[in-house]
């Protein structure tokens, strides 16, 4: 079946430094790809995304592209903030009825400042 | 205006006893779902209900029984608890069934068994 793999935590880094969290995924047709982040004590927002190959989905400051060719959704920021700190998800949504949104283990990112 | 609204928040009760998480969303959405996220915040489906039928049901002990009176309202009925029960449940909801669009969440229910 479909399933998504993203790389364990903790994931811990200054002010200003680049971050990558890596998503795999596994999928029999063209789903569509998210990363969702918890803020703590709050529940899941969607943070971006992508509902086909090569779709690049952004927002604040976060991007992600949807690659088929490695079947991977790799999250990425510039320059993180003492804010970003949060537990990211990476998630898949393969597209046919009757299915659910399968998510990652996910990240926890923690940045100090 | 919150799209998705879970009550309670929180929910300390003891072993044995029976408790309900209510859902309501005004988004218009045709589906709506029940997380669990246990202590390692692994996100699990639970069930799914789409304009009030019963679309998704995990394998999850009888014990936990969701209903839907209306398309945006989905509770969550769970009898005699169990330690194991203790986590935090969201609901979310969808346009549509299948995923393509994504979800919005509610701020989920931590419900504590002891």
């Known amino acids: 079946g479909d399933s998504v793999t993203q790389m364990e935590g903790p994931v811990t880094l200054s002010e200003e430094a680049f971050l990558t969290i890596n998503c795999t995924y596994t999928?029999?047709?063209?789903?569509?790809l998210f990363w969702y982040v918890q803020y703590p004590g709050e529940g899941l927002q969607l943070l971006l995304k992508?509902?086909?190959?090569?779709d690049k989905g952004s927002n604040k400051g976060f991007e992600a592209t949807y690659r088929k060719e490695t079947t991977s959704f790799h999250l990425e920021k510039g320059s993180v903030q003492v804010s970003d700190s949060a537990v990211y998800f990476c998630a898949l949504g393969s597209g046919q009825a009757g299915t659910a949104l399968i998510f990652g283990k996910g990240t926890t990112l923690s940045v100090s400042s | 205006d919150t799209a998705v609204s879970q009550t309670p928040k929180y929910l300390v009760t003891q072993m044995g006893n029976d408790k309900s998480i209510k859902c309501e969303q005004n988004?218009?959405?045709?589906?709506m779902y029940w997380y669990k996220q246990d202590s390692k915040k692994f996100l699990k489906i639970m069930f799914s209900?789409?304009?009030?039928?019963?679309?998704i049901n995990e394998t999850v002990p009888n014990r936990f029984s969701p209903k839907s009176p209306d398309k945006a309202h989905l509770n969550l009925h769970i009898n005699s608890l169990e330690l194991g029960d203790s986590a935090v449940y969201f609901c979310?909801?969808?346009?549509?069934?299948?995923?393509?669009?994504?979800?919005?969440f509610g701020s989920g229910t931590r419900l504590t068994v002891v």
């Open positions: 979310a909801s969808s346009q549509e069934g299948t995923g393509r669009a994504g979800y919005t």
């Open positions: 992508a509902t086909k190959a090569d």
């Open positions: 999928a029999t047709g063209y789903p569509s």
């Open positions: 988004l218009g959405h045709d589906t």
């Open positions: 209900y789409n304009n009030k039928e019963l679309i």
